[in-house]
């Protein structure tokens, strides 16, 4: 699961690329926002690889989540926003699309990180678990061989 999230991070950072290449929207505002958002993607995607890298413990993990949501969030606004106002051609339905698309990639990746993490989570409890009962079944046999 953790190695799709980053995969859907790349993806999501590649459309927004995409989106900033083409969208030619004549006002500077737009352009800027467009360009912060490839930079706070950018972000993101630092933050997914960082702790595969660095071997970062949950709360990271978590963070790095966290973002995502934001991302998902700022990339669907965006589209909502930009995409009634530059029209509605093929071209310009297409691109709103692929900000869509972002967005939703970014939702997943932020779903598939905090799924990963309980599951490590549950697998390192179900373990501590285990070597309890391990350790307790030893220290019985050991009074029933004395």
């Given at each position: ?15 927004a ?5 083409v ?53 669907l ?59 307790a079944?030893d ?8």
């Amino acid at each position: 699961m953790a190695i799709a999230a980053v995969v859907f991070s790349i993806l999501s950072t590649v459309l927004a690329w995409i989106l900033l290449a083409v969208y030619m929207l004549d006002t500077v505002a737009a352009q800027v926002i467009l360009a912060l958002l490839l930079a706070i993607n950018l972000v993101g995607l630092v933050l997914f690889q960082i702790p595969w890298c660095c071997q970062k413990g949950p709360c990271f993990l978590y963070t790095a989540g966290g973002f995502a949501v934001i991302l998902f969030l700022a990339m669907l606004a965006l589209g909502l926003a930009v995409g009634p106002t530059v029209g509605y051609s093929v071209y310009m339905i297409i691109m709103w699309a692929f900000g869509n698309a972002g967005a939703i990639c970014w939702l997943v990746s932020a779903v598939l990180m905090f799924v990963h993490v309980r599951s490590v989570e549950q697998a390192e409890s179900k373990q501590e678990q285990a070597n309890k009962d391990n350790a307790a079944s030893d220290v019985d046999l050991k009074k029933q061989q004395a």
